[in-house]
């Protein structure tokens, strides 16, 4: 649960919309991570919540997702003021599916089990699944409820204590969600929210000697910190969910409407602010130019505006630091030749909105194409072959996500093998799924959100053998 703060100290939460702020919320440090792992540790070591069967444990976390259910509303707006996000998204996506999440693993709870063992000699031999023990979770600002859950929802399952710090930019719903655990019944200790900076409570986090292991998304740049901290504190087991610069390719194949369709949620869905977004789009030449026209006439379907209004597609960057690193790489982009086609402009003079971008005459050694910009802007290549296509699509240190629109059934099973990535959308895009595995390959992280293999990540193997005699069969 939420704790009291030991230094008293606060910070401003903002509200994008209008840079304005919203509410002060106390800022833990080191000291507040160390109380925070005490009190996951006695509830990992001595509490009921890792002891209780995983039916018992099931239904708890059925009550927390019912909760959720009834708050919907005020979930939505928390996300809405604080991290930009669209209010009509929140209430009709983004809330309910955290709630599902919860469900789908209280579902798995009272089904983690291992295996009976055929060994080779006179031995009886039997695994565990044990929970891990305390997990740090750090959640990024783009996400925060979708993240929040993507995460402790799995370790619940398995039987872990947690210490949640959500990003400093977006708090908020994190602290409700605190609230909702304790009503659910949740024993204390088992989640502990600590909100708070980075290079402080983040640090203290990933380098604390009782956390048996922590889950980070965010930028590559900081997962490295969190893999050197982890290293250089007690070898805890690490999992990462970092950036990307995922492809898009369109064949000339392909329906132009539907893949400009598909180009523009690609990368604008979320103002951009998606890990996964679709930010590089490679469309073979035969169809280049009709497919820029039907884009740029598309373009204009996403009104930028205030995320509580209805009407609005995409919302304001999360912060002013956000809001001028995207506004530099647009600068960027022009300075190193790429053409403006649409956008590029700040969309309001109040708050931290940004037109939707795209670029044409991208090429592959120009920042636009080679660096995470986290913001609404696209960058269009050309491509003749399929081969070069894949080239292009796989030169990137990045692989976290990748499209492919055709449809050609060999095309898309060939570029489905050859793209590096950990995610292939095949005519559509932000494919996600509770059940459909999620994560990097290269410089993107490793580790998997989502499906079953997001469970084991909590949870550890034991074997168990003894020795067996005069047994007739072995």
């Not at 093998?417 to 509770?434: E, L």
């Amino acid at each position: 649960m939420n704790l009291d703060f030991v230094a008293g100290k606060t910070f401003e939460t903002i509200d994008p919309r209008t840079g304005e702020t919203i509410a002060r919320v106390s800022e833990g440090d080191k000291e507040d991570i160390d109380l925070a792992v005490g009190a996951a540790r006695r509830a990992f070591d001595h509490g009921p919540w890792p002891r209780l069967p995983g039916a018992a444990r099931a239904k708890i976390m059925h009550k927390f997702a019912d909760l959720i259910d009834q708050h919907i509303e005020e979930l939505a707006t928390l996300d809405t003021l604080n991290a930009g996000k669209l209010f009509s998204w929140g209430k009709a996506v983004d809330i309910p599916s955290v709630a599902n999440t919860l469900r789908y693993f209280a579902g798995a709870a009272d089904k983690i089990h291992g295996q009976v063992l055929k060994m080779s000699r006179e031995l009886h031999a039997y695994t565990l699944l044990e929970p891990i023990g305390v997990v740090g979770l750090i959640i990024p600002w783009n996400f925060p409820s979708t993240m929040f859950f993507v995460k402790v929802s799995p370790a619940l399952a398995a039987g872990c204590t947690m210490v949640v710090k959500p990003a400093e930019q977006t708090p908020l719903s994190a602290l409700f969600y605190a609230h909702l655990a304790k009503e659910a019944g949740i024993p204390d200790g088992v989640i502990n929210v600590v909100s708070g900076y980075g290079p402080t409570a983040g640090a203290a986090l990933t380098s604390h000697m009782n956390v048996d292991k922590v889950s980070f998304t965010g930028s590559t740049e900081v997962g490295r910190k969190v893999m050197q901290a982890a290293a250089a504190s007690n070898l805890k087991t690490v999992s990462l969910e970092l950036g990307g610069k995922s492809p898009l390719l369109i064949f000339d194949d392909a329906d132009i409407d539907q893949a400009a369709d598909l180009a523009l949620l690609g990368v604008m869905h979320n103002k951009g602010e998606v890990c996964v977004a679709g930010s590089r789009v490679l469309v073979q030449e035969a169809i280049y130019d009709e497919f820029v026209k039907t884009l740029v006439e598309k373009a204009k379907e996403w009104v930028v505006g205030d995320p509580f209004h209805p009407n609005s597609r995409v919302g304001p960057q999360v912060d002013k630091k956000q809001y001028e690193k995207v506004m530099s790489y647009i600068e960027h982009g022009k300075r190193e030749g790429a053409t403006l086609l649409t956008g590029g402009k700040p969309a309001a003079k109040k708050g931290y909105y940004i037109e939707p971008t795209v670029f044409t005459d991208v090429t592959e050694d120009m920042m636009i194409s080679r660096d995470e910009i986290f913001g609404p802007v696209m960058a269009l290549m050309k491509f003749k072959t399929i081969e070069e296509g894949i080239k292009y699509a796989n030169n990137t240190k990045y692989g976290l996500a990748s499209g492919i629109v055709t449809k050609s059934l060999d095309i898309a099973n060939t570029v489905s093998r050859s793209i590096k990535a950990g995610v292939v959308w095949i005519n559509c895009y932000h494919g996600f799924d509770i059940d459909c595995p999620f994560g990097g390959y290269k410089m993107s992280g490793f580790g998997k959100d989502f499906g079953m293999e997001a469970l084991h990540k909590y949870l550890q193997t034991k074997a168990v053998v003894t020795p067996i005699y005069n047994s007739p069969w072995l």
